[in-house]
């Protein structure tokens, strides 16, 4: 299972490609409804994979990627820090540079 936390024209086109795949995708984006995504042209399965918090999506996912630089998305890696992998699309700080669970990508 994955974790999103992304602009949602990246995030559609890796969360197709993900579960073309056959991969469970998990997201939280209080910015974005399911309804949203069904109209961009995600399946009702996806749409409905939304988790309410971070707590709770962190505690339900195997890997984590971040692609909103937010204090979400922070709060996401920190929770993740030591137990799970996490690649960051979006250069999330300093503290985040020499972990050894964080994968930087794209910047």
């Not at 971070?54 to 709060?75: A, E, K, P, W």
Request: proline share 2%; glycine share 6%.
């Amino acid at each position: 299972m994955f974790r999103l936390l992304f602009s949602v024209a990246t995030a559609i086109e890796l969360v197709r490609q993900l579960r073309q795949l056959g991969k469970e995708v998990s997201y939280f984006d209080p910015n974005v409804e399911s309804e949203d995504l069904i109209r961009m042209g995600l399946a009702q399965q996806v749409s409905e994979s939304r988790c309410h918090t971070v707590s709770q999506l962190v505690s339900s996912v195997d890997l984590l990627i971040v692609g909103h630089n937010t204090d979400y998305g922070r709060d996401a890696a920190h929770a993740a820090k030591r137990f799970m992998p996490v690649i960051d699309l979006v250069g999330l700080g300093d503290s985040f540079k020499y972990a050894k669970n964080c994968e930087g990508i794209c910047w």
